[in-house]
């Protein structure tokens, strides 16, 4: 079959003036929030209590911008028992400015310490303000949503708070952005 000469740019300019004839779409952003997919990947969130500070999250890391420090800590000995010494979680931060939100960090931690929350608005003036330590991270666990049941009647996950699962606000809720 022969071409005809220009047809292509025939083509191309069907479609330009199809999309110019098209009304335009203008998103009110920050007066009203888009509709995000359930399950949407925004920001990695921390649950402190299921952190046991055993740095697998920071070691497999291909960014290396994970922040942990620690201190041992030693326990009492039970009647009969010997001391028992644990780690102390003194810092987790994380560098937003280095992550490429991979999640191999959320899949590393064994104690489900790591979850990803849907927040989105968390961009900053300063480069530096870009890391952000526990408190910050634990404010993000509340906007979590709870993983889908697997099963009919099957009981609520462990490793989320009570408080969580009976659907209490948060520290956030009702506040004004």
Known sequence: MARIPGSGLAKGLAVTLRTMTRRSITRQYPEVQPDLPPRSRGVIALLEENCTVCMLCARECPDWCIYIDSHKET????????????NVLDRFGIDFALCMYCGICIEA?????????PEFEYAEYDIAELTHERDRLREWMWTVPPPPAHDKGAEPPRELPKDRLSGSAGPDRGKAR
Do not use: I, M, N, Q
Request: hydrophobic residues 35%.
């Open 109 to 117: 931690c064994p104690f489900d310490a790591l979850f990803w929350s």
């Open 75 to 86: 326990l009492p000995a039970p009647e009969g028992g010997r001391p028992r010494t644990r």
